[in-house]
């Protein structure tokens, strides 16, 4: 990795404040040309942008925003949306019954009227709700996105061609407020563009591409033309249609969703530490082998 990737690896993992996000936003700004801040969105969602979105043919994309700290980690099988809710479910009551039992103490205690204890459980929901999105940062995020924001600059930093262009997303951690707002600002523009978004893209040796099936063809060639396979790492290409990941591709026609999964003795893939303090692995070698398949791939698309 080049030394800003290292920079920001070692120094910058947490982006969740504004001032975080400013500190962040000026260190590629120092690095790279062409870069704008593209404020959009109800919210206030700032995008960085690197090149020129209207020249683009070719969009890679990553959301820079970190997220809150979980005692639970945000355990997800791609392939089995079941499993994965049935596992959201429990962590949402493991953190929504507690909430209960305190307010609880916390009303008999301070002796609340009887019409607000109706209200407990919507109280709970909502203690629920700001510990997962705006709790305390979480300290290390080097899967949950530093490794999609590392793979960002390492493509922008040797992959630089008018028809290419990088965003960063806001706002991921919050419901994809960010790229939402960029799609619609973008609608029309991205009908013929493709997005290529990288999110926890760290751990495992699996790099699961999910593409739409307007791109899925095209994808499925190029790729079986420059190879899927590098010593230890691999790429398999399954259409977003069969698999469950919620990140910025999502709502985009020419999208592809990409992250790193773990196998398990079963044969299925899962990612898991992701939200917690246990997020520490982003390994080098996954870099390094996205960046060059997607130099490839980037020469042999824009043909």
Not at 82 to 105: C, E, H, R
Not at 128 to 150: L, Q, R, Y
Not at 200 to 224: A, S, W, Y
Not at 256 to 280: E, P, S, W
């Amino acid at each position: 990795m080049n030394e800003l990737s290292q920079k920001i690896l070692t120094s910058y993992q947490v982006r969740k404040s504004r001032e975080q996000k400013r500190i962040f936003q000026q260190l590629l700004q120092d690095h790279f040309d062409h870069i704008t801040i593209d404020k959009c969105g109800a919210f206030g969602s700032e995008n960085i942008i690197i090149g020129d979105i209207e020249k683009a043919e070719l969009i890679f994309s990553a959301h820079y925003d970190t997220c809150a700290r979980l005692p639970f980690p945000n355990l997800l099988y791609p392939k089995n949306i079941v499993k994965t809710f049935i596992y959201q479910l429990g962590v949402f009551f493991a953190l929504f019954i507690p909430s209960i039992i305190l307010l609880s103490v916390i009303f008999v205690l301070l002796d609340v009227p009887e019409i607000f204890t109706g209200f407990i459980g919507a109280f709970g929901a909502l203690i629920v709700v700001w510990i997962m999105m705006f709790g305390f940062a979480n300290p290390h995020t080097a899967n949950d996105n530093t490794s999609g924001v590392i793979t960002l600059v390492e493509l922008a930093s040797v992959l630089q061609e008018e028809k290419i262009a990088y965003v960063f997303f806001d706002h991921e951690e919050l419901g994809l407020l960010g790229s939402s707002a960029f799609r619609k600002k973008y609608k029309e523009k991205m009908k013929k563009c493709l997005l290529f978004n990288f999110d926890c893209v760290g751990d495992g040796n699996t790099l699961l591409m999910m593409p739409t099936e307007n791109v899925r063809e095209k994808l499925n060639q190029i790729f079986e033309q420059i190879g899927k396979t590098e010593a230890e790492k691999q790429i398999e290409i399954v259409s977003a249609k069969k698999t469950f990941y919620p990140s910025d591709q999502a709502g985009f026609p020419n999208a592809v969703g990409t992250a790193a999964f773990l196998t398990n003795r079963f044969g299925q893939y899962y990612m898991n530490k992701i939200h917690t303090a246990k997020d520490i692995v982003c390994d080098e070698n996954n870099i390094e082998f996205l960046k060059n398949k997607i130099c490839v791939f980037a020469r042999e698309y824009l043909k």
